[in-house]
């Protein structure tokens, strides 16, 4: 079965502190990956995405991700948070019909 | 590239009317989505416009509802004889290629009262 999870339904951090937020995928063909981020009221927005390539992609807003097939994981990364980054973070695995983890909240304490 | 644009942002109705929602494309993609949110969970596939064909359409959508592209633009997504349990966040999203992340609009909240 196709399949996202993202393990932490929530997050907190401390400005200025690295953030790693997780993806687990179970899809039976080549996957395209993707992350979005989800502000209060506002709708999704891309920060990166995954096909083929350099297993290390970089996105918008700082954020990075790494692709690793043997984990089935592509995780999210950003060395130092903003209070602005704050948000819905969601993976989804494709390439057409996406299929969404129930997405992990990130709080960040100043 | 104005993004994507819906319409309403918001509706309230009550359970048994008929709504229906706009979604305006970028102007170059010609696929266009349709998705379901609902508080705490992530988007639920709806249905899928490639130009004006609607190629797939999930069983999440009842017969209640229907979309339409009429001219490969813009595209529509009414509820018939609405239900509470309809309430959510309509999300429209468009893209150029297979595997381009989606340009997603700000969503249409509606409410069933």
């Known amino acids: 079965a196709q399949s996202v999870t993202q393990p932490d339904i929530h997050i907190t951090v401390s400005e200025g502190a690295s953030l790693e937020l997780r993806c687990n995928y179970s899809?039976?063909?080549?996957?395209?990956l993707f992350w979005y981020v989800q502000s209060p009221g506002q709708g999704l927005q891309l920060l990166l995405k995954y096909f083929s390539g350099d297993t290390l992609v970089q996105g918008i807003k700082g954020f990075e991700a790494e692709f690793k097939r043997s984990q089935s994981s592509f995780n999210l990364r950003k060395p130092s948070v903003h209070w602005s980054d704050a948000a819905e973070y969601f993976c989804a695995v494709g390439p057409r019909k996406l299929i969404w983890g129930l997405g992990t909240s990130l709080a960040v304490n100043p | 590239d104005t993004g994507v644009s819906q319409n309403p942002r918001h509706k309230i109705t009550k359970r048994g009317q008929n709504v229906t929602f706009r979604c305006d494309p970028i102007s170059e993609h010609n696929r266009l989505y349709w998705y379901r949110q609902t508080l705490g969970q992530g988007p639920e596939f709806l249905t899928y416009?490639?130009?004006?064909?609607?190629?797939?359409k999930s069983r999440l959508l009842s017969d209640r509802f229907s979309a339409e592209r009429p001219k490969g633009s813009f595209s529509t997504l009414e509820i018939q004889r609405t239900e509470q349990g309809d309430s959510a966040m309509y999300l429209c999203?468009?893209?150029?290629?297979?595997?381009?992340?989606?340009?997603f609009g700000s969503g249409t909240r509606l409410t069933v009262v």
């Open positions: 416009f490639q130009n004006e064909a609607q190629l797939e």
């Open positions: 899809y039976g063909a080549t996957p395209y």
């Open positions: 999203a468009s893209s150029r290629d297979r595997g381009d992340g989606y340009t």
